[in-house]
Nanobody, 119 residues
Framework: QVQLVESGGGLVQAGGSLRLSCAVS????????MDWYRQAPGKEREIVAT????????YYALSVKGRFTISRDNAKTMVYLQMNSLKPEDTAVYYC????????????WGQGTQVTVSS
């Protein structure tokens, strides 16, 4: 069993920064991707950033490119999402996800952390 626990959400003013953390624990696990998703009220969950675990290649949604950075620690037990120049439209619950095979099946999810950006 794999557990993902997010932290670091909160309330911030527009233009500010937050860093989200995702602690990965459980059985020895090497996912294909680690992803950050978000879901705003009344909207569908959308992917924000992806980290290919074996290569370290990263991908971003256009809406956050240049402002958000996904990374991991050397021990590969933490995944981070550094969010800069935050906008009110970034307000959402942010979820960490581990995709074992890169096909969106049997994904492990964290419980989510709320990010609220005030204008």
């Amino acid at each position: 069993q794999v557990q993902l626990v997010e932290s670091g959400g909160g309330l911030v003013q527009a233009g500010g920064s937050l860093r989200l953390s995702c602690a990965v624990s459980g059985r020895t696990f090497s996912p294909y991707n680690m992803d950050w998703y978000r879901q705003a009220p009344g909207k569908e969950r959308e992917i924000v950033a992806t980290l290919e675990w074996s290569t370290g290649t990263v991908y971003y949604a256009l809406s956050v490119k240049g402002r958000f950075t996904i990374s991991r620690d050397n021990a590969k037990t933490m995944v981070y999402l550094q969010m800069n120049s935050l906008k009110p439209e970034d307000t959402a619950v942010y979820y960490c996800a581990a995709d074992p095979s890169g096909n969106g099946r049997n994904v492990y999810w964290g419980q989510g952390t709320q990010v609220t950006v005030s204008s």
